[in-house]
């Protein structure tokens, strides 16, 4: 059984930074895509970033290209997503994820964001 941890998340004021990390545990990942995800409040999901296995290489919504970086580092099973520059709309639960292709077969519990003065 595969199971995501998240952690780093908290409140910080606008134009501030956060790291997130998902550890992973009961198998490897490296072969999986591995993604964040956010839902804000009275919203739907969204895609936020990815690290895909294959070619290490990353896409980013258009929201957050430019001030997130996603990076993981296989040999201790954990993806990070550095936020820089966050603004008030980047207040969400934010939520790992591991997959094939864009089916994600695995997913954290979430760690809350918050961008507020």
């Known amino acids: 059984q595969v199971q995501l941890v998240e952690s780093g998340g908290g409140l910080v004021q606008p134009g501030g930074s956060l790291r997130l990390s998902c550890a992973a545990s009961?198998?490897?990942?490296?072969?999986?895509?591995m993604a964040w995800f956010r839902r804000a409040p009275g919203k739907e999901r969204e895609f936020v970033a990815v690290?895909?296995?294959?070619?290490?290489?990353?896409s980013y919504a258009d929201s957050v290209k430019g001030r997130f970086t996603i990076s993981r580092d296989n040999a201790k099973s954990t993806v990070y997503l550095q936020m820089n520059s966050l603004k008030p709309e980047d207040t969400a639960v934010y939520y790992c994820?591991?997959?094939?292709?864009?089916?994600?077969?695995?997913w954290g519990q979430g760690t809350q964001v918050t961008v507020s003065s």
């Open positions: 009961g198998r490897s990942l490296s072969t999986y895509n």
């Open positions: 690290f895909r296995w294959r070619g290490a290489t990353t």
């Open positions: 994820a591991g997959g094939v292709g864009s089916t994600y077969t695995y």
